[in-house]
């Protein structure tokens, strides 16, 4: 009814055999054939090609090679180096105003880093190769092991060598009590500390013994976190196919609804579907911002705050939520998070009669940290069409060096700097414009003038009024759904566990031999073995001492010095 | 809440203080060093270890490597002032524990808001890192590998670093960024450690090779006062075993703090990309010494360039790369 599998199953751990300079003897049979199967590290796959073996014998190479731990190592390195671009080149799913403003300053270059991917690294080819490679690799390594270890953990442990003399970890002692009672004795302990205990009755021609091992969750660990890393990987993938981002900006009093066409900028999966954005709407209360005031930090963010009404289904009753930096909005399945804001001045523009053409309140984009925010209010209603550019200061000044800037971010003394064009706006041109940009093809500027508060200014040419009403804030809001999130936590904390346990537990052996000795006493000898560099089972080795039933002791010690 | 001056003022003392009390114990550990005679590299003393091994069985993945022990041999004299220089680095380091617990109490919060406070508490993880250690085994040769760094991280800190007392940007207030930073600067400390390890393996080992062979080697007078290569490898190999899991913590914590404030646990910004460049280069490390039998030189290289990228992350990324893990006030 044995079931131990034969010990030659598993090859050497290639860590020991001795590299040409180090002075280590040939492994002495004992200990190797005792520390055999102490690992599951997979065979080290000659490297070098089969001379004339065919596809089939091709293919088999090509596999073993992958599965290989070298290539394992080298496409870590190739994953390492190949993320380096990427947070040296400024990247289009991060900051596409950056690559393109990289591309028109270094035209050469950048086109040519652009076909490398080298603002796209995370999601060029060669990217995706090296890690669906690592992965494959992966998978085809820890598979097998797994099944290896299964049959390793139901097996029985190695039965005692010979010569336990060899071992590192020895223990020679002397005892009155009978062979047998003295096996007992140790199955029993190691049985209590949860070792997993083989015996040999004292009667067998060589001697008796108990064979013992512990610490299998070393193994055990590590191929979870092999396995977790896949998940980790399917975790994203399913983040990025079946997800979406959205970044809206709500100015003070508006509302947003959750549909596509609302968001300013809007990032869907391949996967995802329009109908799957929850129905929510909500409002923009009032933003609050605090800033930093004096000191060496001046006017560095310290508070925001936005109060939202939400609905969060159509026909639900509203609810009032406040939403800061760390804690999202949460509705529907998705999360609303905080992640700018800034002013939206409020312009109203009469014509030459007094009658009002425009009022709104425009958003302004920041341009630096005190605010200085710059934007356009286009007039499509006037003839010509009218434009004002220029810039929004929440705390107003005007420099030779920097003209009109704001110095503080909060609005301590706030003023509109315009220019007022007339012309044609182009809007029915058919091509995209941002709302942020003025083309300036096919208009003329008139005039420019600053404005407080309540301020107007008649243009130059009589054609119309401009009155700068005030101001309100916006914030934006980036909002995302990504479905495959939970399956990364739980995955990357199951691979942290299954780390912790491969790194931390140590898998090691024990046995126990008796032998009659000379006079009638009973020769006990005990020794103990384990693969770990950070491990010793010297501990464990004298606890069992121990616990025998030991009356004449002349015991006997070998741990190695230590080197 | 308003910032508590005097506390901040003390704080700023207290770690002056602590600089003064860590050259005094790089003064102590200095002459330690100077004056400890060290040990015979040629092969016949140091093969000593690995002779033992050969009888008991032979094959060397059972060493018994430890960090030090009574038997030590490296440092007879010299012993006395690197005893002091340890106590005084004790003094040194809660002196600086105390200016990093005013400078939080100052703020009302984890002194881990910026890059200032980020150096002190790294400073202060390596020093316990250090002195911890020691607590168990006779590492007294590296106290001045320690204290030297420790004070360069300091003096960076008070210097370019510097930062007032004040409050976060409303990014950085999270408990989560609490847990990850305190996680990553453990093992800033514990990895600093292991660095100066493998790099004083690096030293020993050619030490010894050049002694077998009979050859000169200029760093021969610092490779003798080293305990034995091997030992120096293990240690810096058994230092990034253990901090590993928790590396890998650290960046989970930040993952969960990225996906509450920016919606995302994973966006690939630079500083997010060097700590994943990192943690690949520490696998690799692990990888290298459990599979392809890489011990030794190569696996120090390896381990070297993994903690060359750690650094990056900190120094480099802070100030050359631009992202949303800034700092207040670099
Ligand atoms: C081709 C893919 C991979 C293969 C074949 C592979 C194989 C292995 C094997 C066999 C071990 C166990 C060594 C032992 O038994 O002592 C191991 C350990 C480990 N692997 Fe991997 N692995 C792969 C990918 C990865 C990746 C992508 C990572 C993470 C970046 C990783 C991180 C680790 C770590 C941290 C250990 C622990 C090392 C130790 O036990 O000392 N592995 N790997």
Same mark, same amino acid.
């Given at each position: 009814m044995t079931d131990r599998p034969d010990v030659d199953l598993a090859a050497e751990d290639?860590?020991?055999?001795? /590299?040409? /300079?180090?002075?280590? $003897?040939?492994?002495?049979?004992g200990e190797d054939a005792a520390a055999r199967r102490l690992s599951t590290a997979p065979v080290e796959a000659p490297a070098d090609a089969p001379v004339s073996l065919g596809l089939l014998g091709w293919l088999r190479w090509g596999w073993r090679t992958l599965t290989s731990m070298r290539t394992a190592l080298i496409l870590l390195f190739l994953l390492a180096l190949a993320s380096v671009p990427g947070s040296i080149f400024p990247q289009r799913g991060t900051a596409p105003v950056d690559v393109t403003q990289w591309i028109q300053e270094n035209p050469a270059l950048g086109r040519f880093l652009d076909r490398l991917g080298m603002f796209d690294v995370f999601a060029s080819p060669w990217f995706a190769a090296i890690y669906l490679l690592l992965f494959v690799s992966l998978a085809g390594c820890v598979l097998p092991r797994a099944a290896q270890h299964w049959r390793i953990v139901r097996s029985r442990p190695p039965a005692a060598p010979l010569n336990l003399s060899r071992l590192p970890e020895h223990r020679r002692l002397e005892s009155d009590a009978e062979p047998q009672r003295v096996l007992d004795d140790a199955a029993q302990w190691l049985r209590a500390h949860r070792w997993r205990v083989d015996t040999e009755a004292a009667t067998d021609p060589d001697g008796g013994w108990v064979a013992a091992e512990k610490g299998y969750a070393r193994e055990t660990g590590n191929l979870v976190f092999h396995v977790a890393l896949l998940g980790i990987l399917l975790a994203v993938a399913l983040g990025s196919l079946a997800g979406f981002r959205g970044v809206v900006l709500v100015r003070e009093g508006s509302s947003f609804a959750d549909t596509r066409a609302q968001y300013d900028s809007f990032t869907p999966g391949r996967a995802f579907d329009d109908a799957d954005l929850p129905p929510f709407a909500f409002t923009l209360d009032s933003f609050d911002a605090q800033f930093q005031r004096g000191?060496?930090?001046?006017? $560095?963010?310290r508070e925001f705050s936005a109060d939202l009404t939400v609905t969060p289904e159509p026909g639900a009753e509203p609810e009032k939520v406040r939403v800061e930096v760390n804690e999202p909005l949460v509705v529907g399945g998705v999360k609303a998070f905080l992640v700018g804001h800034g002013y939206a001045p409020t312009v109203t523009v009469r014509d030459a009669d007094g009658e009002i053409v425009f009022r709104d309140s425009v958003v302004f984009l920041p341009q630096d940290g005190a605010f200085t925010s710059t934007g356009v209010v286009k007039v499509p209603d006037t003839v010509p069409q009218l434009a004002l550019q220029g810039f929004f200061l929440p705390t107003a000044a005007v420099d030779d060096v920097r003209g009109p800037h704001s110095t503080f971010p909060e609005d301590d003394d706030p003023a509109v700097f315009l220019a007022a064009w007339t012309g044609d706006l182009g809007l029915d041109s058919g091509r995209p414009q941002s709302v942020y940009r003025l083309d300036t093809e096919g208009m003329t500027r008139i005039g420019i003038d600053a404005l407080r508060p309540g301020e107007s200014w008649e243009l130059p040419d009589g054609s119309a009024t401009v009155t700068f009403d005030g101001y309100v804030e916006w914030a934006s809001f980036s909002v995302a759904r990504d479905p495959g999130k939970e399956l990364a936590l739980l995955a990357s904390v199951v691979a942290m566990i299954g780390l912790a346990a491969s790194l931390l537990i140590s898998r090691r052996r024990v046995w126990v031999r008796v032998n009659p000795g000379p006079g009638g006493v009973t020769v006990v000898e005990v020794a103990g073995l384990t693969r770990s560099e950070h491990a010793s089972v010297a501990d464990e080795v004298e606890a069992l001492t121990e616990a025998l039933p030991v009356t004449t002791s002349t015991s006997t010690t070998t741990t190695p010095p230590r080197a | 809440m308003s910032v508590d001056t005097t506390l901040a003022q003390a704080s700023n003392g207290l770690v002056y203080a602590s600089m003064v009390a860590y050259t005094v114990s790089m003064i102590g550990f200095a002459a330690s060093f100077a004056s400890t005679k060290g040990r015979d590299l040629t092969p016949a003393a140091t093969a000593q270890g690995v002779a033992a091994d050969a009888e008991s069985g032979g094959v060397a993945v059972v060493t018994r490597t430890d960090l030090g022990g009574p038997d030590d041999g490296a440092l007879p004299p010299g012993r006395r002032a690197a005893n002091i220089a340890t106590s005084v680095m004790w003094l040194a380091t809660i002196l600086l524990g105390a200016g990093i617990l005013m400078r939080g109490l100052s703020v009302h919060r984890m002194p881990l808001g910026n890059m200032y406070e980020f150096s002190l508490a790294s400073g202060f993880a390596v020093a316990l890192t250090y002195l911890v250690i020691s607590l168990r085994r006779d590492v007294r040769w590296l106290g001045i590998f320690v204290v030297i760094p420790v004070l360069l991280t300091l003096g960076l800190a008070v210097t370019v670093l510097y930062t007032e007392a004040a409050q976060l940007v409303p990014a950085l207030k999270s408990y989560w960024l609490v847990i990850h930073v305190s996680a990553a600067v453990i093992c800033a400390g514990a990895f600093s450690i292991s660095a100066a390890a493998s790099s004083l393996y690096l030293v020993a080992d050619t030490g010894e090779r050049r002694a077998a062979a009979g050859q000169p080697y200029w760093l021969a007078g610092l490779a003798r006062r080293l305990p034995e290569s091997t030992r120096l490898d293990g240690m810096a190999y058994r230092i990034i075993a253990f901090m590993f899991p928790l590396w890998t913590f650290a960046i989970i914590a930040g993952a969960i703090w990225a996906e509450n404030a920016w919606g995302r646990y994973w966006g690939w910004d630079p500083k997010e990309t060097w700590a994943f460049i990192t943690w690949v280069a520490y696998a690799a490390y692990l990888h290298a010494r459990a599979t392809a039998g890489w011990k030794g030189r190569r696996a120090a290289y390896v381990a070297l360039v993994a903690f060359a990228t750690f650094l990056f992350n900190y120094f480099g990324v802070n100030i050359l790369l631009p992202g949303l893990h800034s700092y207040g006030g670099v």
């Amino acid at each position: 009814m044995t079931d131990r599998p034969d010990v030659d199953l598993a090859a050497e751990d290639p860590a020991d055999v001795p /590299t040409g /300079t180090d002075a280590v $003897a040939p492994p002495a049979d004992g200990e190797d054939a005792a520390a055999r199967r102490l690992s599951t590290a997979p065979v080290e796959a000659p490297a070098d090609a089969p001379v004339s073996l065919g596809l089939l014998g091709w293919l088999r190479w090509g596999w073993r090679t992958l599965t290989s731990m070298r290539t394992a190592l080298i496409l870590l390195f190739l994953l390492a180096l190949a993320s380096v671009p990427g947070s040296i080149f400024p990247q289009r799913g991060t900051a596409p105003v950056d690559v393109t403003q990289w591309i028109q300053e270094n035209p050469a270059l950048g086109r040519f880093l652009d076909r490398l991917g080298m603002f796209d690294v995370f999601a060029s080819p060669w990217f995706a190769a090296i890690y669906l490679l690592l992965f494959v690799s992966l998978a085809g390594c820890v598979l097998p092991r797994a099944a290896q270890h299964w049959r390793i953990v139901r097996s029985r442990p190695p039965a005692a060598p010979l010569n336990l003399s060899r071992l590192p970890e020895h223990r020679r002692l002397e005892s009155d009590a009978e062979p047998q009672r003295v096996l007992d004795d140790a199955a029993q302990w190691l049985r209590a500390h949860r070792w997993r205990v083989d015996t040999e009755a004292a009667t067998d021609p060589d001697g008796g013994w108990v064979a013992a091992e512990k610490g299998y969750a070393r193994e055990t660990g590590n191929l979870v976190f092999h396995v977790a890393l896949l998940g980790i990987l399917l975790a994203v993938a399913l983040g990025s196919l079946a997800g979406f981002r959205g970044v809206v900006l709500v100015r003070e009093g508006s509302s947003f609804a959750d549909t596509r066409a609302q968001y300013d900028s809007f990032t869907p999966g391949r996967a995802f579907d329009d109908a799957d954005l929850p129905p929510f709407a909500f409002t923009l209360d009032s933003f609050d911002a605090q800033f930093q005031r004096g000191g060496q930090q001046d006017g $560095a963010a310290r508070e925001f705050s936005a109060d939202l009404t939400v609905t969060p289904e159509p026909g639900a009753e509203p609810e009032k939520v406040r939403v800061e930096v760390n804690e999202p909005l949460v509705v529907g399945g998705v999360k609303a998070f905080l992640v700018g804001h800034g002013y939206a001045p409020t312009v109203t523009v009469r014509d030459a009669d007094g009658e009002i053409v425009f009022r709104d309140s425009v958003v302004f984009l920041p341009q630096d940290g005190a605010f200085t925010s710059t934007g356009v209010v286009k007039v499509p209603d006037t003839v010509p069409q009218l434009a004002l550019q220029g810039f929004f200061l929440p705390t107003a000044a005007v420099d030779d060096v920097r003209g009109p800037h704001s110095t503080f971010p909060e609005d301590d003394d706030p003023a509109v700097f315009l220019a007022a064009w007339t012309g044609d706006l182009g809007l029915d041109s058919g091509r995209p414009q941002s709302v942020y940009r003025l083309d300036t093809e096919g208009m003329t500027r008139i005039g420019i003038d600053a404005l407080r508060p309540g301020e107007s200014w008649e243009l130059p040419d009589g054609s119309a009024t401009v009155t700068f009403d005030g101001y309100v804030e916006w914030a934006s809001f980036s909002v995302a759904r990504d479905p495959g999130k939970e399956l990364a936590l739980l995955a990357s904390v199951v691979a942290m566990i299954g780390l912790a346990a491969s790194l931390l537990i140590s898998r090691r052996r024990v046995w126990v031999r008796v032998n009659p000795g000379p006079g009638g006493v009973t020769v006990v000898e005990v020794a103990g073995l384990t693969r770990s560099e950070h491990a010793s089972v010297a501990d464990e080795v004298e606890a069992l001492t121990e616990a025998l039933p030991v009356t004449t002791s002349t015991s006997t010690t070998t741990t190695p010095p230590r080197a | 809440m308003s910032v508590d001056t005097t506390l901040a003022q003390a704080s700023n003392g207290l770690v002056y203080a602590s600089m003064v009390a860590y050259t005094v114990s790089m003064i102590g550990f200095a002459a330690s060093f100077a004056s400890t005679k060290g040990r015979d590299l040629t092969p016949a003393a140091t093969a000593q270890g690995v002779a033992a091994d050969a009888e008991s069985g032979g094959v060397a993945v059972v060493t018994r490597t430890d960090l030090g022990g009574p038997d030590d041999g490296a440092l007879p004299p010299g012993r006395r002032a690197a005893n002091i220089a340890t106590s005084v680095m004790w003094l040194a380091t809660i002196l600086l524990g105390a200016g990093i617990l005013m400078r939080g109490l100052s703020v009302h919060r984890m002194p881990l808001g910026n890059m200032y406070e980020f150096s002190l508490a790294s400073g202060f993880a390596v020093a316990l890192t250090y002195l911890v250690i020691s607590l168990r085994r006779d590492v007294r040769w590296l106290g001045i590998f320690v204290v030297i760094p420790v004070l360069l991280t300091l003096g960076l800190a008070v210097t370019v670093l510097y930062t007032e007392a004040a409050q976060l940007v409303p990014a950085l207030k999270s408990y989560w960024l609490v847990i990850h930073v305190s996680a990553a600067v453990i093992c800033a400390g514990a990895f600093s450690i292991s660095a100066a390890a493998s790099s004083l393996y690096l030293v020993a080992d050619t030490g010894e090779r050049r002694a077998a062979a009979g050859q000169p080697y200029w760093l021969a007078g610092l490779a003798r006062r080293l305990p034995e290569s091997t030992r120096l490898d293990g240690m810096a190999y058994r230092i990034i075993a253990f901090m590993f899991p928790l590396w890998t913590f650290a960046i989970i914590a930040g993952a969960i703090w990225a996906e509450n404030a920016w919606g995302r646990y994973w966006g690939w910004d630079p500083k997010e990309t060097w700590a994943f460049i990192t943690w690949v280069a520490y696998a690799a490390y692990l990888h290298a010494r459990a599979t392809a039998g890489w011990k030794g030189r190569r696996a120090a290289y390896v381990a070297l360039v993994a903690f060359a990228t750690f650094l990056f992350n900190y120094f480099g990324v802070n100030i050359l790369l631009p992202g949303l893990h800034s700092y207040g006030g670099v």
